[in-house]
């Protein structure tokens, strides 16, 4: 199963946050939680922050999902008693949290495991975390796990050099970790030495995580497989710009159904970019693959394709769906798109007072952004009716 799209949209304004949250919008409703969890831009609420999570977790939000566990394990937001605690509440929102995506989750759930004493659940739990995805407090309870006996045999040796792994792969391991290691399980990790054997432990931490991303990547793992070709795109961190590689991984993503992946092999094909030629058809096919997904950019651009007849047939009525689709995903540019179509009347009811207010939110939303809106709106100005499509020769 194709990972959800994972957009993120950027609130400016405290007014626009609250407005968002209270129409329902889950990224909205979770971020508006930690400000009045913190008291940042608003009067400090911890229940209410509680409140907003739950109603951000219900509605999907994987990043509230792992805080209303957590809240559930503790009772407390920031050490303020805002619910009972409740362990099995906990292990639910946890585990939604970790099939959404939030692998942090897993570490969460290890813990919940330990304090109801299900040891072997919380070794099993922390040893995936841990060489799954890389985690590495979760290598640190594991060690610990072994050396204790804690699910499984006793294995002392074992448990203290993961300890120790643990400990060199921490950029910030202070004197209190290396007393307490030393006294309590008899491992001696030096102190870091200078900021270069800090970077150092922070790059073993760095291919630690690159190496378990890439065994997700190679297992199937399209999270995985999509996470590594945006590496590849972009170089650092034990990744070279390669676009080859980075073609191969959004392929081996795409074909599994990956919404994502296959919107930027259409903006490769689109664009002649990663090493292949361009293709106009070729990118309106996978754009619209990946816009059936509701995938916000792809909607967008298939939208584009349908609209200028690129790469397809033109159908301004398919179009406008697309556009419509994409609108109620607050995308800007697809606001002007189909503004200018209800503006004309172009595969659209003609609804001058609609259309013009669309353009005018896309404006507003520009004054956030880099002006793709504004530019999109220039490019369209001059239109009286939509461009006619080639003919084929």
């Known amino acids: 199963m194709a990972r959800p799209p994972r957009l993120r949209r950027i609130f400016t304004t405290t007014d626009e946050l609250m407005v968002a949250a209270h129409e329902g919008d889950p990224q909205a409703q979770n971020e508006l939680a930690t400000a009045y969890a913190t008291g940042n831009g608003v009067k400090q609420k911890r229940s209410e922050a509680f409140k907003l999570w739950l109603q951000s977790a219900e509605g999907g939000d994987a990043v509230a999902m792992e805080r209303v566990a957590e809240v559930f394990r503790t009772g407390e937001v920031l050490l303020e008693k805002v619910t009972p605690i409740d362990l099995t509440r906990a292990i639910t929102w946890y585990k939604k949290a970790a099939k959404a995506g939030n692998h942090e989750a897993l570490f969460g759930l290890a813990r919940v495991y330990q304090q109801q004493q299900e040891f072997s659940l919380a070794l099993t739990t922390f040893r995936e975390s841990a060489y799954t995805y890389g985690k590495r407090e979760s290598l640190r309870e594991y060690g610990l796990c072994l050396y204790h006996g804690n699910g499984i045999a006793p294995n002392i040796d074992e448990g203290r050099k993961l300890l120790s792994d643990a400990a060199l792969m921490d950029a910030d391991y202070t004197a209190n970790g290396a007393k307490y290691l030393e006294q309590n399980y008899g491992v001696k990790v030096p102190l870091p030495k200078d900021d270069i054997d800090r970077a150092s432990r922070g790059e073993a931490l760095d291919r630690f995580?690159?190496?378990?991303?890439?065994?997700?990547?190679?297992?199937?793992?399209?999270?995985?497989?999509?996470?590594?070709?945006?590496?590849?795109?972009?170089?650092?961190?034990?990744?070279?710009?390669?676009?080859?590689?980075?073609?191969?991984?959004?392929?081996?993503?795409?074909?599994?159904?990956?919404?994502?992946?296959?919107?930027?092999?259409?903006?490769?094909?689109?664009?002649?970019?990663?090493?292949?030629?361009?293709?106009?058809?070729?990118?309106?096919?996978?754009?619209?693959?990946s816009a059936e997904q509701g995938f916000r950019e792809a909607l967008r651009e298939a939208g584009r394709c349908l609209y200028l007849g690129e790469g397809t047939e033109q159908d301004l009525k398919t179009a406008a769906t697309y556009f419509e689709r994409a609108v109620k995903q607050h995308d800007t540019e697809s606001m002007v798109f189909l503004g200018k179509m209800m503006l004309n009347g172009d595969g659209v009811k003609r609804d001058e007072a609609r259309g013009q207010a669309l353009i005018d939110k896309a404006l507003s939303e520009d004054k956030k952004g880099i002006g793709l809106a504004r530019i999109r709106l220039m490019m369209l100005e001059g239109i009286d009716e939509p461009p006619k499509p080639k003919k084929k020769k």
Not at 261 to 277: F, I, N, V, W
């Open 209 to 289: 995580q690159s190496g378990c991303l890439m065994k997700r990547a190679e297992s199937g793992d399209v999270d995985a497989q999509v996470e590594l070709a945006h590496k590849y795109i972009f170089g650092g961190k034990l990744h070279e710009m390669n676009r080859d590689k980075s073609y191969f991984w959004f392929g081996r993503a795409a074909e599994a159904g990956d919404a994502e992946a296959q919107y930027e092999l259409g903006r490769a094909a689109e664009a002649g970019s990663m090493g292949r030629p361009r293709d106009l058809h070729e990118a309106f096919n996978w754009f619209k693959k």
